[in-house]
């Protein structure tokens, strides 16, 4: 009955290789969002997605696509990966993209890159 | 842009001590204020929110937090620590309205209690 799924859980992966994280939520919500948290636990957005529609795009390199097959699932691949891009990724999800609603986060993703 | 920040990075206090955690915000308008916590090794899970009516929130865990819209302030509070509490907790705040309403971290506090 997880809320906010996230696969893997763990991911180590040689740099210049291309990864993906998914990200399912059962919780009937129409927006999702991807966070990731550095080293120094700062957690910054990436990407919002509100009905499978981009609406959020942070200042992200673009070897990061978020694709969002349905509204229940939003993945993140990334390209050519970089050490930099180590850092744990978060999926979230919330009803409405409107101001005050409440977002459910997933057990994240941690990823190392070597 | 909105911003947020929490000032004590480290906190460390014994069990039964009362805790405060600072978070003030930078933004021209309404927003809706959270806090996160983040247990070791997982999610951030919400702790408790303000939206509007009564500045006094309370969350779960026996945490609370006050709004003071004069400071640009939204405090956690709780009167009495537990081990149990040790984790990461963040404060994030979102605009009501605007074109950049996404939700907005202060940089995280990590608080140890020691038994």
């Known amino acids: 009955d997880t809320a906010v799924s996230q696969t893997p859980k763990y991911l180590v992966t040689q740099m210049g290789n291309d990864k993906s994280i998914k990200c399912e939520q059962n919780l009937g919500h129409d927006t999702m969002y991807w966070y990731k948290q550095d080293s120094k636990k700062f957690l910054k957005i990436m990407f919002s997605y509100n009905n499978k529609e981009l609406i959020i795009n942070e200042t992200v390199p673009n070897r990061f696509s978020p694709k969002s097959p349905d509204k229940a699932h939003l993945n993140l691949h990334i390209n050519s990966l970089e050490l930099g891009d180590s850092a744990v990724y978060f999926c979230?999800?919330?009803?409405?993209?409107?101001?005050?609603?409440?977002?459910?986060f997933g057990p994240g993703t941690r990823l190392l890159v070597l | 842009a909105q911003s947020v920040s929490q000032h004590n990075h480290h906190v460390i206090l014994s069990e039964a001590a009362s805790l405060e955690l600072g978070c003030n915000y930078s933004y021209g308008g309404t927003v809706n204020l959270f806090w996160y916590v983040q247990y070791p090794g997982q999610h951030l899970q919400l702790l408790l929110k303000y939206f509007s009516g009564d500045p006094l929130v309370k969350g779960i865990k026996g945490f609370e937090a006050e709004f003071i819209k004069s400071k640009f302030s939204f405090n956690l509070r709780k009167p009495s620590v537990q081990w149990s509490d040790t984790a990461e907790y963040f404060c994030a705040v979102r605009p009501v309205s605007g074109s950049a309403r996404q939700l907005t971290f202060g940089s995280g506090t990590q608080l140890t209690v020691l038994p």
């Open positions: 979230a999800s919330s009803q409405a993209a409107g101001g005050g609603e409440t977002q459910y």
